[in-house]
C-alpha cells in the first residue's frame, strides 16, 4: 500500500508542494501532520487525513505527540513515502524520531519535472 506522510506546517510555497506531491502520485493514504491553522484552511483530497497538533509545544512533546498518532496509522506499514519541505527543523526532527521510533522505513520523495522521484 502506498503511504505519504508529511507535515503540513509553514514555508512560503510549501503547501502547494506537499499537493503536488499528493496529486502526481497515487496514494492509498495520506497522512499531514499539521496545526489548527492548516486543519481549518487546508482542502484535503478523500484519502488525506489532517491529524492536529501544536506545533508550539518542545520538541520532546510534539515528537511523543507525533508519534502517538501515527502508530494507529503506521501499525502494519514496512516504509512510507516521506517529505520535509513544509515545516522547521523542531517539527522535523520531531518527526523523524516519531517515524523511526515507530520502525517504519522511510523514502525521501521530491518533485523532479513534475514527478515524484525518490532522493
Known sequence: ??????????????????????????????????????????????????????????????????????KDHLKDEIEVDVNFISGNGKEHMAFLSAILNLGVGIRLVVLKDEEVVEL
Not at 502526481?24 to 491553522?37: E, G, R, W
Open 1 to 70: 500500500m502506498a503511504i505519504f506522510v508529511s507535515l503540513l506546517s509553514s514555508g512560503k510555497g510549501s503547501w502547494g508542494y506537499v499537493s503536488k506531491i499528493i496529486e502526481k502520485k497515487s496514494y492509498d493514504k495520506v497522512f499531514l501532520l499539521t496545526n489548527s491553522f492548516g486543519k481549518e484552511k487546508y482542502n484535503p483530497k478523500e484519502n488525506t487525513s489532517l491529524l492536529e497538533f501544536d506545533f508550539n509545544k518542545d520538541i520532546f512533546d510534539l515528537k511523543k505527540d507525533f508519534e502517538n498518532s501515527l
